[in-house]
T-cell receptor, first 113, second 111 residues
């Protein structure tokens, strides 16, 4: 079956602009996670959804970052007033339940110029 | 928080065996994962350990000692395609779902 998909695969934006990154989880997976990975580092947890609600957003670095999952499937990570330090690979993962094995999508490479 | 340590880089020869170590410090324990990540691609799941001992899965095995805060990933009969980054991750003991990753070990397999 289809895995986790993310769009766009690459996004280049100017400092100060707004961006949206989309994640389409595996069908039937109730849990969805966003991670951010900088070069040479492991993924860093940002936010976790169980169904439609953000069960834990403690990893979001500041209030410029926000994520939604309105129908309990597709999720959008939104970044306002982007900064060069936001440049990273943004990974989405899903699992059948909150404690299950996490399957990662191919990621969105965000570059802020 | 959790401190997860892995070697930064390793090199091994095609056909050989390599062991990648991971140590962690955590106030509780809720499971340890190994992921493989090729350059520019998503991490893919390799193994999961929650009890002490060795889990074998084909050419890959993973070992856990909870009392020592230690795990290793063993790769046998190395192939060139095994050149990748190997990420050790511990499930956050408080939340029970978020994964806390180490920085990864970049493995280079040479002919």
């Amino acid at each position: 079956g289809a895995g986790v998909s993310q769009t766009p695969s690459n996004k280049v934006t100017e400092k100060g602009k707004y961006v949206e990154l989309r994640c389409d989880p595996i069908s039937g997976h109730t849990a969805l996670y966003w991670y951010r990975q900088s070069l040479g580092q492991g993924p860093e947890f940002l936010i976790y959804f169980q169904g439609t609600g953000a069960a834990d957003d403690s990893g979001l670095p500041n209030d410029r970052f926000f994520a939604v999952r309105p129908e309990g499937s597709v999720s959008t990570l939104k970044i306002q007033r982007t900064e060069r330090g936001d440049s990273a690979m943004y990974l989405c993962a899903s699992s059948l339940t909150g404690r299950g094995e996490q399957y990662f999508g191919p990621g969105t490479r965000l570059t802020v110029t | 928080g959790q401190n997860i340590d892995q070697p930064t880089e390793m090199t091994a020869t095609e056909g050989a065996i390599v062991q990648i170590n991971c140590t962690y410090q955590t106030s509780g324990f809720n499971g340890l994962f190994w992921y493989q990540q090729h350059a520019g691609e998503a991490p893919t799941f390799l193994s999961y350990n929650v009890l002490d001992g060795l889990e074998e899965k084909g050419r890959f095995s993973s070992f856990l000692s909870r009392s020592k805060g230690y795990s290793y990933l063993l790769l046998k009969e190395l192939q060139m395609k095994d050149s990748a980054s190997y990420l050790c991750a511990v499930r956050d003991p408080n939340s029970g779902y978020a994964l806390n990753f180490g920085k990864g070990t970049s493995l280079l397999v040479t002919p």
